[in-house]
């Protein structure tokens, strides 16, 4: 079956642009998840939905950074004034429920020039 | 102080050989464990979950620690197949988010 889509797979922009990035979760799932890795590091947990709510929206770093769930499924992720340092690959992972185990998606690599 | 520790490595080893990772986490009331492996510039993907009891999926076996706060992942008869990065990862019930806390991450190259 389909596993999570991220779209885009690759985005390039300049310095104080706006960019939206899109999770479509395996069909079902309720819980969604965003997380940011940069180079050489981990995974840092963003945010998370549990149906069409933000549950817990701690690890986004600051106000330029939203996320919305509208319908339960699709998620977009929004990054306004972009900056070099928001460059990472943003990954979205889907869940059936809380405390079930998380699939997720290829990623989105962003590079802020 | 991380949440999650690990060596980074890289860690080179020949075919065949056995390597163990270790991983330290700080928060005792961390409840859940595992391992993820992420492939280069790939999405990271569950190996294991890991007990307090130990548990073993073929060559892998992952081993908890509850006191000391310490996980390790042991690999044995090394394949090529193997070379990846091998990311800890742990969770908390409070709260109920599920949210996922990684390590670093610890990359082994296994050479022929």
């Known amino acids: 079956g389909a596993g999570v889509s991220q779209t885009p797979s690759n985005k390039v922009t300049e310095k104080g642009k706006y960019v939206e990035l899109r999770c479509d979760p395996i069909?079902?799932?309720?819980?969604l998840y965003w997380y940011r890795q940069s180079l050489g590091q981990g995974p840092e947990f963003l945010i998370y939905?549990?149906?069409?709510?933000?549950?817990?929206d701690s690890g986004l770093p600051n106000d330029r950074f939203f996320a919305v769930r509208p319908e339960g499924s699709v998620s977009t992720l929004k990054i306004q004034r972009t900056e070099r340092g928001d460059s990472a690959v943003y990954l979205c992972?889907?869940?059936?429920?809380?405390?079930?185990?998380?699939?997720f998606g290829a990623g989105t690599r962003l590079s802020v020039l | 102080r991380k949440e999650v520790e690990q060596d980074p490595g890289p860690f080179n080893v020949p075919e065949g050989a056995t390597v163990a990772f270790n991983c330290t986490y700080s928060?005792?009331?961390?409840?859940?464990f595992f391992w993820y492996r992420q492939d280069c510039r790939k999405e990271p993907k569950l190996l294991m979950s890991v007990y307090s009891s130990g548990n073993e999926d073929g060559r892998f076996t992952a081993q908890l620690n509850r006191a000391s706060q310490y996980i390790s992942l042991l690999i044995r008869d090394s394949k090529l197949s193997d070379s990846a990065t091998y990311l800890c990862v742990v969770t908390f019930n409070s709260g109920n988010t599920g949210k996922l806390i990684f390590g670093q991450g610890t990359t082994l190259q296994v050479k022929p």
């Open positions: 069909s079902g799932h309720t819980a």
């Open positions: 928060n005792s009331a961390s409840q859940s």
């Open positions: 992972a889907s869940s059936p429920g809380q405390g079930n185990i998380q699939y």
């Open positions: 939905f549990q149906g069409t709510g933000a549950a817990d």
